[in-house]
Structures are given as structure tokens and as C-alpha cells.
């Protein structure tokens, strides 16, 4: 006997309900459901996936992970766009692709992407919350055994992982992993009735769980509009406990503006302007041409001091490569303020009185002569810093104290362990120059023109306020001249000055590979009057003694 056939209406309804299976969009795909297309022993599927961006923006805003962007760069090639890493991971890959060209195959990873090699490579690869990946304080390099010299002399450690011989662990070593946590953070974020342990254990619940994720993400990441790149973090409720912040306020703006702040670990100097720059720092216009209070925003500044070890970019559309841009997202405020972002990247060489200080390498300057400032016994990237001027001045450095002969200022810093010997290290003059040099690791002095020595890889140290210090010799100096200028440097030192691309407390601009970008600069030759009258100023002096 034949089956009964359904009803006419029911068939309707049973193919109606087909096409809105077959047509169901891809965003209520699980993660479960698209597992078995991630292919072998590779990120790449996951990585286009949303949740895995969600994941990430959660571990670094929940659990606190400390990660940045890594941009390609000479010598440094990227196996998929743009990588992310510790801040002082990225800093040392970048130093050791000066001497190495290196080609990063993986660097942070989230606990997704870490589940996926764990499930399908053959090689060693760690389970979820045990990769230093997941801290972004590991790199893939493809070149191996052959990167070792560079990286190792730029901080890392190559552990030759059997099966794994492309890992380097980079520094900060022992960072804790909080993967695992971060994305229990996050699926109890959005399932308030059905929580997991927040135990930052990959378990068989926490793994179905992650198995249950949308492909496409959660409806809430948890981390709000505040957000943090480099060194700072815009917040939109108010200041951040135990950090240094500063009001975001424009007043003439009643769209929720009067509770943001712009904050950091350490008082960077950052200052707020909402009636234009402020003289005497650096400063870039915070603008968004959408808002319905634009030209209120016209005038508004966000400023650093000149001698920063950070320089400033707006961007009203999207990040800017290479930079740490940090989101300002005012949620109440309808101007598209959700695509504008401040920033930052450090800077490296700093100029003031005819002097530059620079600390990852010499300047591209052919103009400039320089001298090294390595200390063997310091291992804190000291072998790569130089101190440069306009004109050959006979600078020496001696790290076995004062040279005889010379006009020697000891250059130290009491935060250093006696081991790294900064007792016994020297900068020196000719005795007869016009020239005096004063040594402060406390700051900079008034009234002199000081050149910032910055070692951002020796900060837990002390080296982020000390200064050099360059002056007229007090005795024996010629009576007639300019007046004095740039706070105390005769004439002489004020045309030697003027020789430096910016200004004489800013930091390197023009032609110096350490800045790629910045106000005009020159690379001239000193002028032959400025020779004639040092080698005048020398035999007036000769004369005298």
C-alpha cells in the first residue's frame, strides 16, 4: 500500500522551510560547523574568520594581553599582512632585521588559532594557553637556525624545538597566558544563563563552547569604545584607575564628550588644546569633518612635548600602517566618531643645540658626524646608539673614564646595577674647544640647550630623563657676537643649531632615517663663514692662553 502523500499545504510548507535552510546566511554558522575546512597545520582559514578578530580585541581588552601591530619594513618581510606582538617583542624583531632579512611566518596567535595547530599539526605545537604566541611574545621565522645571531643579539632566545625550529621566544620572557580566560570572559558576556568557569583552563566545556562560537561573533566583545594602542588608551567614562589621564572635553560638543579622557601608564606630557596648538610642543589637529559641531572642532590639538619619545598622527577614517592608532569611539555621539584614531610611534633621535642623540642606529645624514655610545657591559641595546653634530666638534666616548688631554663629562645614570659599569663612562671635548658639556639624569636643565639621551630599551633603568647638555666654556670666550640664543648658546652655537632639521628641543626630522616624517630639514654643509669663524674663535683662544 502506497504511503499517504502530505497535503498540499504541508508540502507548501515543507518547501518553503528547504529554501530557508538552504538559504540560512553563513552567519549562523558555528565555528563547529566550518571546522573541517581550516586545512592542515594552518591559521590562515581561522584568521578570516570575524569571531577570530573578536576573540583578539576580547584577549586584549579582558584578559590583557599587551599586543601591537607588526608592519613590514626593510629586512622584514610579513607571511600574511600585518602581524600583532608585545610591544617589546616587535621592537626587537625590528632591531634585528637591521642586520638580518627575516620573514615573520606567525607571530601572536589567538586561542582559536592555537586550537587549530594543536588539532592538525604533526609538529609541535603547544595546546591552548600554553604558546608564548598567545602572549604575542613569539615569533615564527622562516629563517631559522641562520636568524639566530640577530635575534639573539636582539633579545630572543631560539629554544630549537624539535619540529619546531622556526620558534623564538622574544622578551618580556614569562608574560602570563590569559588567552584561555579572555575568551571565557566572553562567552559569559553573552550567555548571562549558561556560564563556564573563568579558570583559563581548556577543558572539554570551554572547548565546546569555542566549538559553539558564530563564525561571525557575539553581539558584545566587552570592550565597549574604550581601547588602548602603544602607549595609550582613550577611555569614554571617565579616568582609568592608576593611570596618568587627560581631559578630552570639547565644550561647544554636548554629545557625551565631558567624561573622555586620554590616558597612559606614566605622564607622557600629553596636553589637550581646544583653542589651537600650544607653543612650544608638538601637535596635530583633532578634527571629524562629519560632525554636526566640526568647526568647534577645527581648533582642537592633541599635543606632545618636542622632546617626546613619541610623535603624534590623526587619521579620520582608519588606522595609519605602521602606527599604534588608538580608537576614539564617543558611542552618544552620532559624527562617526566609531573610525577616528590617534597615532603614535616612537621616535628615536632627538636634536637641541647643534647636537643629536639617536638610539636605534646613525642618522641617514651624510652631514652629521657621529660617534658611538656602546657600553659592552650593558645589554641593553646601548651598541646601536650615537651622538651626532652638525660639524666634526672632536668628540671622543671613553668607557674607560676621562681621557687625557680633554675636557671629559661623566655620563651616568644611578638607576644602573654597578655591573653595567656606567661609572667610568666619559663623553670628551678638545681642551681648547668653545664648547662645555653638562651631564643631568634628572631632566633637563634650564636656560641650557639639552639633547635628550632616550633608551626606550633600557627605561626599567632610569634612562627615560636624562640629558646632555651643550654650552659656551665659561672662561676665555670672545667678548663681541649675536646675543645669546635657544636659552643660553652663544652665537656660534646658535648657527651650529641652526644646521639641525626642526626645532632645537624637537626631535630629528627632514633627511633622518629615524623619523619617517615631519616639518622640512636640511642636510647643508655647515656655511664656510661658520668654519672660518670657529677656526678664528680657536686661534683668538690660542692667542690668549
Known amino acids: 500500500m502506497p504511503e499517504p502523500r502530505p497535503a498540499p499545504l504541508l508540502r507548501s510548507l515543507f518547501v518553503v522551510c528547504g529554501l530557508l535552510a538552504l538559504s540560512a546566511p553563513a552567519s549562523a554558522q558555528t565555528v563547529g560547523d566550518r571546522w573541517g575546512t581550516i586545512g592542515t597545520c594552518s591559521t590562515g582559514t581561522i ?21 601591537v601591530p607588526i608592519v613590514a619594513r626593510r629586512n622584514l618581510r610579513l607571511l600574511r599582512g600585518t602581524e600583532w606582538g608585545h610591544a617589546r617583542t616587535r621592537d626587537a624583531v625590528y632591531r634585528a632585521a637591521e642586520s638580518q ?32 604566541h598567545e602572549t604575542g611574545t613569539a615569533l615564527d621565522i622562516q629563517q631559522a637556525g641562520s636568524a639566530r645571531a640577530a635575534l639573539e643579539g636582539a633579545g630572543c632566545d631560539w629554544p630549537a624545538i624539535p619540529g619546531d625550529l622556526v620558534h623564538y621566544n622574544c622578551p618580556p620572557f614569562g608574560t602570563r597566558i590569559t588567552s584561555v580566560i579572555a575568551f571565557q570572559r ?39 569604545c574604550d581601547d588602548t594602542a602603544g602607549p ?70 592633541a599635543c606632545l612635548p618636542e622632546d617626546s619619545p613619541y610623535e603624534l598622527a590623526w587619521s579620520g577614517h582608519d588606522p595609519i600602517a605602521g602606527w599604534d592608532c588608538v580608537r576614539w569611539n564617543e558611542t552618544d555621539d552620532p559624527g562617526t566618531w566609531n573610525d577616528n584614531y590617534l597615532c603614535s610611534r616612537r621616535v628615536h633621535c632627538f636634536s637641541a643645540g647643534g647636537l643629536t642623540f639617536c638610539g636605534n642606529g646613525p642618522p641617514d645624514d651624510e652631514a652629521l658626524t657621529c660617534v658611538s655610545l656602546e657600553s659592552a657591559e650593558d645589554p641593553d641595546t646601548w651598541h646601536d646608539n650615537v651622538l651626532c653634530a652638525a660639524m666634526d666638534l672632536g668628540i671622543v666616548w671613553s668607557t674607560e673614564g676621562p681621557v687625557d688631554g680633554m675636557r671629559c663629562t661623566l655620563v651616568d645614570e644611578p638607576g644602573e646595577p654597578a655591573e653595567q659599569s656606567w661609572d667610568d663612562n666619559y ?72 644646521t639641525d632639521a626642526g626645532d632645537s628641543t624637537g626631535s630629528l626630522s627632514g633627511s633622518c632615517a629615524c623619523r619617517a616624517s615631519g616639518p622640512g630639514g636640511s642636510d647643508r654643509a655647515p656655511p664656510p663663514w661658520l668654519a672660518a669663524l ?12
Not at 578570516?48 to 590583557?64: F, T, V
Not at 562567552?187 to 577543558?203: C, K, Q, T, V, Y
Request: with cysteine; charged share 20%.
Open 47 to 67: 584568521r578570516s574568520w570575524p569571531i577570530n578578530d573578536q576573540i583578539a580585541r576580547a584577549h586584549r581588552c579582558l584578559g590583557g594581553v599587551e599586543i
Open 101 to 132: 632579512s627575516l620573514q615573520i611566518n606567525t607571530a601572536y596567535r589567538t586561542v582559536l588559532e592555537q586550537h587549530g595547530l594543536d588539532q592538525t599539526c604533526t609538529s609541535a605545537a603547544a595546546a591552548p594557553g600554553h604558546s608564548n
Open 232 to 301: 595609550f588608551t582613550f577611555s569614554c567614562d571617565g579616568e582609568e584607575t592608576g593611570a596618568t589621564c587627560v581631559s578630552l572635553d570639547e565644550p561647544a560638543d554636548p554629545d557625551g564628550w565631558d567624561d573622555n579622557f586620554l590616558c597612559s601608564e606614566t605622564d607622557l606630557g600629553f596636553r589637550w588644546s581646544t583653542d589651537g596648538p600650544i607653543d612650544g610642543m608638538r601637535c596635530v589637529n583633532v578634527t571629524e569633518s562629519a560632525d554636526a559641531h566640526a568647526a568647534d572642532w577645527a581648533d582642537d590639538y
Open 427 to 498: 663623553l670628551c671635548l678638545p681642551d681648547d674647544s668653545p664648547y662645555e658639556l653638562t651631564w643631568s639624569s634628572e631632566g633637563a636643565i634650564d636656560g641650557v640647550a639639552c639633547v635628550r639621551f632616550y633608551e626606550s630599551a633600557d627605561l626599567d633603568e632610569g634612562w627615560g630623563d636624562n640629558y646632555l647638555c651643550i654650552g659656551a666654556a665659561p672662561e676665555e670666550m670672545p667678548d663681541a657676537g649675536p646675543p645669546l640664543l635657544d636659552g643660553g648658546v652663544t652665537g656660534f652655537d646658535a648657527a651650529l643649531a641652526s
Open 186 to 224: 566572553l562567552w559569559n558576556l553573552n550567555h548571562p544563563s549558561d556560564r563556564i568557569a573563568e579558570d583559563n583552563s581548556f577543558g572539554p566545556i570551554t572547548r565546546g563552547k569555542l566549538m559553539a562560537s558564530p563564525i561571525a561573533g557575539f553581539a558584545n566583545d566587552g570592550c565597549g
Open 534 to 545: 670657529l677656526g678664528l674663535a680657536v686661534v683668538w683662544r690660542r692667542g690668549r692662553r
